[in-house]
Each structure stands twice: as C-alpha cells, then as structure tokens.
C-alpha cells in the first residue's frame, strides 16, 4: 500500500513559480500510474499531469506548457513545477498513485491519494 506525502504549496503572486513535491513510499505495482491533481471546493477534481508505467508526462491543455511534471531516479519523489501561475490556479493540489491506470488524467483511476497542499495565487 503506498503513502503519499505533498510539499511546497504557499502563496505566490501572479506569474510566479512553485514547485510541489511529493514523497512515495510503500509498496507500489509494476503497472501503476502516478499523478497530479487539484481541486477548487464545489468542483470536481481536475487532472492536470501524469506518468504512466514511467511513460510520459502527458498533461492537461489547461497547464500545458506552464506546468512540468518530474520524478526523482529512485521513483520515491515526484515533483510539479508550476510556472506563469495564474489566479485560477488556485486550488487544493494532490499526488495519487493508481494501478493498471486507462485514463491517467481521470482521477478515478487512482487509489492512493496525498492529503494536499494549498497553492493560492493572487493577482
């Protein structure tokens, strides 16, 4: 079972840069996917980029370009370079882990969730 751990979330200004962290552990299938994610309250959860079996990224159109997703060669860190940030990425982010994933923007492919960090952006 794997746990999951983000970091680096705060609050930037418009144009900015952060840069997530996630920190895996535990036991992780050979077919899995690893992941991105945010969420605005009242919205459904929003895939933004993701690994599959160590293909990829592929991203979301929404952050393509701005957004580069990275993983450490021990596979135990995953990161989410955010730049150009802008007020409507504001949002609660999350890492996930899923296994023998179809759809790896779609959450529901994922079973092992992160219990996020907040990214605010102003304007």
């Known amino acids: 079972q794997a746990q999951l751990a983000e970091s680096g979330g705060g609050s930037v200004q418009t144009g900015e840069s952060l840069r997530l962290s996630c920190a895996v552990s535990g036991y992780i299938y050979s077919n899995h996917c690893m992941g991105w994610f945010r969420q605005v309250p009242g919205k459904e959860r929003e895939g933004l980029a993701a690994?599959?079996?160590?293909?990829?990224?592929i991203y979301a159109d929404s952050v393509k370009g701005r957004f580069t997703m990275s993983q450490d060669m021990d596979r135990n860190t995953l990161h989410l370079q955010m730049d150009s940030l802008k007020p409507e990425d504001t949002a609660m982010y999350y890492c996930?882990?899923?296994?023998?994933?179809?759809?790896?923007?779609?959450?529901?492919?994922?079973?092992?969730w992160g219990q996020g960090t907040q990214v605010t952006v102003s304007s």
């Open positions: 996930a882990v899923g296994t023998f994933c179809g759809e790896v923007l779609n959450w529901e492919e994922y079973t092992f």
């Open positions: 690994i599959n079996n160590d293909e990829g990224p």
